[in-house]
C-alpha cells in the first residue's frame, strides 16, 4: 500500500536547470496538489488538479508547471531554476470526504 | 480569502503537561477544519478534521479539537503530552468544495522533554 510516492527525494540544481518532480497514487484519488514548505511559512499551494486533464493556479504557481494525463501521476516541472525555488515540495491526493495524503517529500536546493 | 494563524511558535513542555495549541482562521463561508502533525523528517500526517456535527473531535494519538465557529477557532488539545509528540503542528482549514486547496497555517513547533 504505497499511498503517494514522491521522486526524487533530494536534488540539486543549478540556476537555470528545469526539472520534474514525479509524483504518484495509488488511492484513485481525483484531487491532486503540490505544496512547497518553507520555514516559518508553513505550506504553500503551487498546483493543483481536480481530475485527469484539469489543473490550476494555486498561491505560488510562478515558475512551476503541471499536467494531468492520468489519475495516478501528477508531475511538477521546474521550468528554470532559481535559488528561490529552493524548498521541500510535497506532493497531496485526497477524495472528497477526506484530508490530504502527503508523499515524503523533496528537497530541493538550487544553487 | 482565507487564512490562518497559529499563534504560538514555538512551545516547550514537561511530559505529562496539558496541550493547547491556537488555531484561527479568517472566512466568512462554510469551511472544513484539519490539524496536521509533521515528526521531524517526515512527511505531514492527519491528526483530526472537523467537516460538520460535533464541535469537539477526536483524533488519533489522544488528541482533539473542539470548533468554537463565533470565535473562528479551531484550538488543538492533548491532556497529557509525551516525548513521542516532540514535532511541528500545522492548522489548516479549506472552504467547501475546495478539499485539494488547503489554506496552512505557518506551524507550531512542539518540544517535549522527558
Known amino acids: 500500500n504505497a499511498g503517494v510516492t514522491q521522486t526524487p527525494k533530494f536534488q540539486v540544481l543549478k540556476t537555470g536547470q528545469s526539472m520534474t518532480l514525479q509524483c504518484a497514487q495509488d488511492?484513485?484519488?481525483?484531487?491532486m496538489s503540490w505544496y512547497r514548505q518553507d520555514p516559518g511559512m508553513g505550506l504553500r499551494l503551487i498546483h493543483y488538479?481536480?481530475?485527469?486533464?484539469?489543473?490550476d493556479q494555486g498561491e505560488v504557481p510562478n515558475g512551476y508547471n503541471v499536467s494531468r494525463s492520468t489519475t495516478e501521476d501528477f508531475p511538477l516541472r521546474l521550468l528554470s531554476a532559481a535559488p528561490s525555488q529552493t524548498s521541500v515540495y510535497f506532493c497531496?491526493?485526497?477524495?472528497?470526504?477526506?484530508?490530504?495524503?502527503f508523499g515524503q517529500g523533496t528537497r530541493l536546493t538550487v544553487v | 480569502a482565507q487564512s490562518v494563524s497559529q499563534h504560538n511558535h514555538h512551545v516547550i513542555l514537561s511530559e505529562a503537561a496539558s496541550l493547547e495549541l491556537g488555531c484561527n482562521y479568517s472566512?466568512?463561508?462554510?469551511?472544513?477544519l484539519f490539524w496536521y502533525v509533521q515528526y521531524p523528517g517526515q512527511h505531514l500526517q492527519l491528526l483530526l478534521k472537523?467537516?460538520?456535527?460535533?464541535?469537539l473531535v477526536k483524533g488519533i494519538k489522544g488528541f482533539e479539537a473542539e470548533f468554537i465557529k463565533s470565535k473562528f477557532s479551531f484550538n488543538l488539545r492533548k491532556p497529557s503530552v509525551q516525548w513521542s509528540d516532540t514535532a511541528e503542528y500545522f492548522c489548516?482549514?479549506?472552504?467547501?468544495?475546495?478539499?485539494?486547496?488547503?489554506?496552512f497555517g505557518t506551524g507550531t513547533r512542539l518540544l517535549v522533554s522527558p
Open positions: 472566512y466568512g463561508g462554510t469551511v472544513n
Open positions: 497531496a491526493s485526497s477524495y472528497s470526504g477526506t484530508g490530504l495524503f
Open positions: 472537523y467537516f460538520s456535527g460535533d464541535p
Open positions: 489548516a482549514v479549506n472552504a467547501i468544495g475546495g478539499f485539494q486547496k488547503l489554506v
Open positions: 488538479s481536480v481530475g485527469a486533464g484539469i489543473t
Open positions: 488511492m484513485n484519488h481525483e484531487y
